[in-house]
């Protein structure tokens, strides 16, 4: 089984900066890509930034470009979502997904594992 665990969500002031985890852990954990997503409240899920495990690839959605960054640790089991600017339109739930295929989607039904999610909220 594979199991993702987030961490790092909260309460921040519009313009500040919060830094997300996701680690990854079980016998089968062996995924092509890990991201971000995130929902917010009667929104649809929405892919936020991904990378590939092996190669230094990486992808954002439109609307945190230049602002989020995603990264991974030397073990690949762990990424990182540091989230800076941030603004009342990112208040969502963030998930944590990962993608066995060999394919890097932004597409949230190509996602195999998912983990709970954690909430962020920012204030005007």
């Known amino acids: 089984q594979v199991q993702l665990v987030e961490s790092g969500g909260g309460y921040v002031q519009a313009g500040g900066s919060l830094r997300l985890s996701c680690t990854g852990s079980?016998?089968?954990?062996?995924?092509?890509?890990m991201a971000w997503f995130r929902q917010a409240l009667g929104k649809e899920r929405e892919f936020v930034a991904g990378?590939?495990?092996?190669?230094?690839?990486?992808r954002y959605g439109d609307s945190v470009l230049g602002r989020f960054t995603i990264s991974i640790n030397d073990a690949k089991n762990i990424i990182f979502l540091q989230m800076n600017d941030l603004r009342p339109e990112d208040t969502a739930v963030y998930y944590c997904?990962?993608?066995?295929?060999?394919?890097?989607?932004?597409?949230?039904?190509?996602?195999?594992?998912w983990g709970q999610g954690t909430q962020v909220t920012v204030s005007s």
């Open positions: 997904a990962a993608d066995r295929t060999r394919t890097f989607s932004n597409y949230a039904p190509r996602y195999d594992y």
């Open positions: 079980g016998r089968a954990f062996d995924p092509y890509v």
């Open positions: 990378i590939m495990r092996e190669v230094p690839l990486t």
